[in-house]
């Protein structure tokens, strides 16, 4: 027994030495890969896919995660065929069925990012309903990017600083960094500490451009579909052993 309880508090030791990132991103890549390896049509990779998405949130918020960003379109994903992005709303609009049908989403606040303007008016209700019923959630808060560019948001966050100045709450002479980041979809939140990108591609295609100025990345071939928390456990104990500097010694 005494045995037992002293591996309990060593095991309990060892996940408080481990420091958990406040925020994660993760650029959910490599859906048509692993259905083409499979014989299959892409649709069936964005399928799986969406269910590995539940998955790692369910998994990030019961190891007590605050922020997960999740990349789930792109602004440039709308070049693809119409029946393949037809079938990625599709899914959209299933998850935000089934998250607003659901008694308990595990304490999960849920957020969209990107220009949601640009959805489906249905689509655009569900986002609102969504991010309404769990807007008092306490757990993780997970923000789903969709239709989302990072230049698109620096774009807008401009706009916001000229209207503002327009209207004269700012003065020119104000804008900085945090005015800047005051207006970005990620007000309020910590940049992300880590981001995550599997399927074997090493760029950031886009994403979190101005909240990733320090932050770490981690890669691996493994396609989205594949990815598991064992993924992501490896991942955050890789960023454990980074040393972050933020430009000093
Ligand atoms: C990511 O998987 C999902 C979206 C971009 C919507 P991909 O569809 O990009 O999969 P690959 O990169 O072609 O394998
Ligand atoms: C990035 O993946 C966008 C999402 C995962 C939503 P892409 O598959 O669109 O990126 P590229 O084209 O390989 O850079
Ligand atoms: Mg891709």
Known sequence: MLFFDRKKIKGKEAERERKLPQHIGIIMDGNGRWAKKRGLPRTAGHSVGA???KNIAKYCNKIGLKYL???AFSTEN?????????AIMDLFRQYLKDSISSLDND??????????????DDLQKLIKEAEEDTADATGLTLNIAINYGGRQEIVAAAKKLCEDISKGILD?????????SKRIYTAGQPDPDL???PSGEKRISNFMLWQSAYTEFWYSDVLWPDFSPRHLEM????YNKRIRRFGGI
């Open 195 to 197: 981001i995550i990108r």
């Open 51 to 53: 269910s590995t998405f």
């Open 78 to 86: 709308w070049k693809r065929p119409q029946e393949e992005v037809d």
């Open 69 to 71: 960003t999740v990349y």
């Open 235 to 238: 991942a955050i104990d890789d």
């Open 107 to 120: 304490n999960i606040k849920i957020r969209f990012i990107g220009d949601i303007s640009a959805l489906a």
């Open 172 to 180: 020119p002479s104000d804008i900085s960094e945090e005015e800047i």
